[in-house]
């Protein structure tokens, strides 16, 4: 696979934010990706706008079968990163969104695309039909470029 082109990213003003992707049909997870440019092709601030922390959250395809006792801390509304509007059809700013993972991006790996495995946690629906990626901390830079995402699974 291609490395990302330096430039072509999602950048936002802070070391914080979000993306929401949805997807095309309910899909079983199992990982994520990301991917950033080459620290060669970077300048010293290209390379701090980088994610550090992050988190993925998905939105279960049944909501029914998310009703668990999924500690607050592992679950928020939907309305959390988007308010009640801007949202797809047929959904509710009261819909949750469940922890799937939480990953930190090395900088300093020799792997461009790094694999964060999705967990399983006891009340973890199998399958999803949106996700938000939620940078939590850059590398200390006043914005955040996040390059590539993949969503891996079934």
């Given at each position: ?8 990213c ?33 300048s ?40 009640s ?70």
């Amino acid at each position: 696979e291609d490395p990302p082109i330096l430039g072509q990213c999602w950048r936002f003003p802070g070391s914080a934010g979000y993306i929401g992707i949805r997807l095309h049909t309910a899909a079983n997870l199992t990982a994520v990706s990301l991917g950033y440019p080459p620290r060669e092709q970077l300048s010293r601030s290209m390379s701090f706008e980088a994610p550090k922390l992050l988190k993925l959250w998905g939105l279960p395809a049944n909501q029914l079968e998310a009703a668990c006792s999924a500690s607050s801390d592992h679950k928020r509304p939907i309305s959390d990163f988007s308010g009640s509007r801007n949202l797809p059809e047929r959904l509710s700013g009261d819909d949750a969104l469940y922890l799937l993972t939480e990953m930190r991006y090395a900088m300093d790996s020799p792997r461009l695309r790094q694999v964060f495995p999705v967990g399983r946690e006891a009340c973890t629906p199998s399958s999803y039909i949106l996700v938000v990626v939620e940078v939590v901390e850059n590398w200390g830079a006043e914005e955040t470029c996040v390059y590539s995402i993949g969503l891996h699974g079934d």
